[in-house]
């Protein structure tokens, strides 16, 4: 179990898409969100500490420790969301005796070593005099309370493991590193502590054709330099399908093109980034010798001597000042 600023820092650091509640439809999420209150600890001392100092706060209520769970998303969907069942395995209150570890019939009663605080003092002598200090009561292990006749469902543990699956309903537009923080689906807590949260990591595997970047997408496209001349229209596909897109006459190499609101969808809002498609002229690295010609004549055209600056082996010092 993290505690809160470390793991708070480490959700920062990633980044937590701010579900608003409505992408959890089928879950029965938001239902526990403590998400803002803070500390639980000094919550629950408010209520229960009542002046008792830090000797209550061993054997208030507890926080259930949060899970994490890393969900595997292929690319498409990432983009356009999904519903996803998972299956986590957690601590819950046992059934039987609802987390008192008790047998059905009986109750926990108080600790008699620590008369319930969940505490013991220990008086220390040193040469320089004699020192009070407080540690976990081991007749209770803390919990303040000690049970005659444990609950055999659970052996008195007060948990069980239970394996539960969880429909998550990942909304569009995710990517990997963001976080989905399930309020309450953690363990279970102890003491009737609140349970903890569920954080789910996204991991999205990369494709074969397209390259994210954040909501953009982008994509190499190759063509001739014949065709990149004289325009073309080529075939582009995106998330959406196949697109036609005509690449005007003159394309240079490495132009860039924009398909408007092709690219990702943001997490809950209807904008959508764009898709980039990157021409690349082909220049041919072999010729037959038709191709040659035809080459050399297009030269000609262009006013371009074959002979005199084309083939280096014949050029020389004077040539080139011609
Ligand atoms: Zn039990
Ligand atoms: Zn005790």
Redesign the pocket.
Known sequence: MLSDPEKKARYDQYGTVDFDGSGFGSGGFGGFDFGDMGGFGDIFESFFGGGGGSSRRRNGPVKGADIEYTLNLTFEEAIFGVEKEITINRNENCEECHGSGAKPGTSPKT??????????RVQRQTPLGSFVSTST??????????VDSPCSSCSGRGKTRKTRKITINVPAGVDTGNVMPLRGQGEHGSNDGPPGDLYVRINVAKSKHFDRRGNDIYIDTHISMGKAALGVEITVPTVDGDVKYTIPAGTQSGTMFRLKGKGVPKVHSSARGDQYVKVIVDIPKTLTSKQKEALEAFMEACGESVDGEITHKKKGFKDIFK
């Open positions: 600790c008699p070593t620590c008369n319930g605080s969940g505490q013991v009561c081991s007749t209770c292990g803390g919990k303040g309370t000690v």
